[in-house]
């Protein structure tokens, strides 16, 4: 059974920093993509961050050079690093993975963990 768990989240002033963690269990985790998503109240859920199985790192353009996203095969754990925390960060932040399962693809979400940056 996949299972995706996030943790870290909070309440934090403008300029502050967090570390997220997602857990994982379930699937083969050193061989899959792992996204960080977040959902602000009122809109769409946005692709944050993304480290391939090789390590390769990508991010939104709202959070280049204030966040990291990270990842420790070893512990199944996937991390995000937040920096400089802007009051339009505050979100539920998501950790998700895409398995695929056959010929069919199933995306996997945790439950969420709630980020607010406010003074």
């Known amino acids: 059974q996949v299972k995706l768990g996030e943790s870290g989240g909070g309440f934090v002033q403008p300029g502050g920093s967090l570390r997220l963690s997602c857990a994982a269990s379930?699937?083969?985790?050193?061989?899959?993509?792992m996204r960080w998503y977040r959902q602000a109240p009122g809109k769409e859920r946005e692709l944050v961050a993304t480290?391939?199985?090789?390590?390769?790192?990508n991010y939104g353009d709202s959070v280049k050079g204030r966040f990291a996203i990270s990842r420790d095969n070893a512990k199944n754990m996937v991390y995000l690093q937040m920096n400089n925390l802007k009051p339009e960060d505050t979100a539920v932040y998501y950790c998700?993975?895409?398995?695929?399962?056959?010929?069919?693809?199933?995306?996997?979400w945790g439950q969420g963990t709630q980020v607010t940056v406010s003074s």
């Open positions: 480290i391939t199985r090789d390590l390769f790192t």
């Open positions: 379930g699937f083969i985790f050193s061989s899959c993509d």
């Open positions: 998700n993975t895409l398995l695929r399962e056959g010929t069919v693809y199933y995306t996997y």
